[in-house]
């Protein structure tokens, strides 16, 4: 069997749990604050439900339990009703609006071209958005597509670049895409006048911890040197239905430490000099997600956030606890005999 087939076979026997989706309904949505260039803004993260990522329809992504959120038959009507019942909560100020789909927004195949439009309406219409972060696969971005979107507002091209290696993406993630179409995507959102934000992921399955920093810390020097404004570190965790949910019942895969996710956001930090590097440790500390001791996980993961804010190196530094060393002894005994130090040998 394949990891495409397995991917899928896991997907099909956790959908038959999965209770249907009201398409009025938005999968999510909550304020949060967010730095964007040298300030920082009230931001409101909406998680549009469609018939979900085109990706996850073929066979899908290793890490990803979002297909489950999807549902059938959303039109430009659907999508006016999820964008009021979720703004009717925002604050009543200036927004940076992180507009999600779990999939890509920019897809008519996902999200009809007039739904799209209505997006577009709805946001023009309640006048708060400043900023519009949109997620999407890079193959989705061109002029005409971000033209659709294009709005009263500045917009940034939120996608999943994952890892910058072509063979981790193909073998660990099972992502069709390449870095090629991720760089092109880049330049056209750029000449179109569009930041980027490029997600990296920590720790694919199969990847033992310290190729997984390696190959972070490359993915985030790699994307910024495509022209990325922004690098956003994602932690795998373990979600429902997926591949990496299977390995991990075996005990075949721990989500990162967070000191991984420390060194990795460090070292890409020292590359980026004043463009942004941020992650959100979602569900730190929790056995299925990225987590260091138990007695640390909460300073280290509050360690994250506010150097997301600040972009101030030597909050990471602050963060300390005994299980930092056992940290670097587990590393470096997984590097042994393979490569070189990778505390040490890391470029940048
Ligand atoms: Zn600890």
Redesign the pocket.
Known sequence: MTVAELVRELREKRRERERPKDPEEPSAHWPGTDRVGHDVMTSYTVILRTRGCRLASGSGCTVCGYPFEGTGGVGAREVRRQLETALADAPDESLYLKLFTSGSLLDEWELPVDAQRAVVEALRSDGRVARLSIETLPGFVTEETLSRIDGPYELEVATGLETSSDAVRQLCLNKALTFEDYAGAVEAARGFGADVKTYVLLKPPFLPEPTALRDAVRSGIDAFDAGSESVSLNLCNVQRGTLVEHLHRRGEYRPPWLWTAHEAVRRIKRYAGDRLVISDPVASGKKRGPR??????DS?ARALERFSLEQEPSILDGAD????TEWEQRLLLEEHTHHPNPLTSIDG
């Open positions: 260091n001791c138990g007695e640390c996980d280290a606890c005994s299980c930092k």
